[in-house]
């Protein structure tokens, strides 16, 4: 009895956990706005433009912030142009999302390495871009044995702020968080000091599902 007790409350505890927790304060919104808290503080900062990244099991999430200028048309034909490259830096492989503005509904997937260096694929990922806000949701499923650390080059390209001298910024690496026990008990606001060192706690968390909160 008191072993299918333990058993139930377990069941109850674990559910109550599975279904409350957020990656970060709150999941960022693809909508070409950074409010207050949603990405943190900028991960990776140029004199031109900030960078912000998160992730869960899932995604990718990148927010390029220009200082200056604007990511939108200008009315006389130019155009801005945010491109992320994600590297696996073991294997050298290489990913290549490209936005311009002349398909503004449009992200485009290059895999830039063989065996078609410029084949273009299609992509499940978001976008949203405003004046000085390019937002970004990439499945972490495309990136195929990308590896737990990721090696980034940006481009930011705004009009009237940057040119091709200063909207690069290279070689930055990034290892992806991954969700322990002890995370989600902590992002639950649940106090104990024992929760950062017990071992069965540090165990990842397979296929957790930050996005809509649910576990599978
Ligand atoms: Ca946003």
Same mark, same amino acid.
């Given at each position: 009895?008191?072993?299918?007790?333990?058993?139930?409350?377990?069941?109850?505890?674990?559910?109550?956990?599975?279904?409350?927790?957020?990656?970060?304060?709150?999941?960022?919104?693809?909508?070409?706005?950074?409010?207050?808290?949603?990405?943190?503080?900028?991960?990776?900062?140029?004199?031109? &433009?900030?960078? %912000?990244?998160?992730?869960? +099991? !899932?995604?990718?999430?990148?927010?390029?912030?220009?200082?200056?200028? $604007?990511?939108?048309?200008?009315?006389?034909?130019?155009?801005?142009?945010?491109?992320?490259?994600?590297?696996?830096?073991?294997?050298?492989?290489?990913?290549?999302?490209?936005?311009?503005?002349?398909?503004?509904?449009?992200?485009?997937?290059?895999?830039?390495?063989?065996?078609?260096?410029?084949?273009?694929?299609?992509?499940?990922?978001?976008?949203?871009?405003?004046?000085?806000?390019?937002?970004?949701?990439?499945?972490?499923?495309?990136?195929?044995?990308?590896?737990?650390?990721?090696?980034?080059? &940006?481009?930011? %390209?705004?009009?009237?702020? +940057? !040119?091709?001298?200063?909207?690069?910024?290279?070689?930055?690496?990034? $290892?992806?968080?991954?969700?322990?026990?002890?995370?989600?008990?902590?992002?639950?606001?649940?106090?104990?000091?024992?929760?950062?060192?017990?071992?069965?706690?540090?165990?990842?968390?397979?296929?957790?599902?930050?996005?809509?909160?649910?576990?599978?």
């Amino acid at each position: 009895m008191k072993v299918k007790f333990l058993v139930a409350l377990s069941m109850i505890v674990s559910l109550f956990f599975v279904t409350s927790v957020s990656a970060t304060e709150s999941e960022p919104i693809i909508d070409g706005v950074l409010t207050e808290g949603e990405w943190g503080e900028p991960t990776f900062v140029s004199d031109y &433009f900030n960078i %912000y990244i998160l992730n869960d +099991t !899932d995604y990718l999430y990148v927010a390029f912030e220009t200082k200056g200028g $604007t990511y939108l048309p200008t009315g006389d034909g130019d155009v801005g142009m945010m491109n992320l490259y994600v590297m696996n830096p073991d294997t050298e492989e290489c990913w290549a999302y490209c936005w311009i503005h002349r398909t503004p509904t449009l992200i485009e997937l290059k895999y830039t390495d063989p065996p078609d260096p410029q084949q273009t694929l299609t992509t499940e990922a978001t976008f949203a871009v405003t004046e000085t806000v390019f937002e970004l949701r990439v499945p972490l499923s495309e990136l195929e044995s990308i590896g737990d650390t990721i090696a980034f080059h &940006f481009l930011s %390209y705004a009009q009237g702020w +940057t !040119d091709w001298t200063t909207c690069w910024l290279f070689d930055q690496s990034y $290892t992806l968080w991954k969700p322990t026990k002890a995370d989600v008990l902590s992002g639950n606001g649940i106090p104990g000091k024992g929760i950062a060192n017990a071992p069965g706690l540090q165990k990842l968390i397979p296929n957790w599902n930050y996005a809509n909160g649910t576990g599978n």
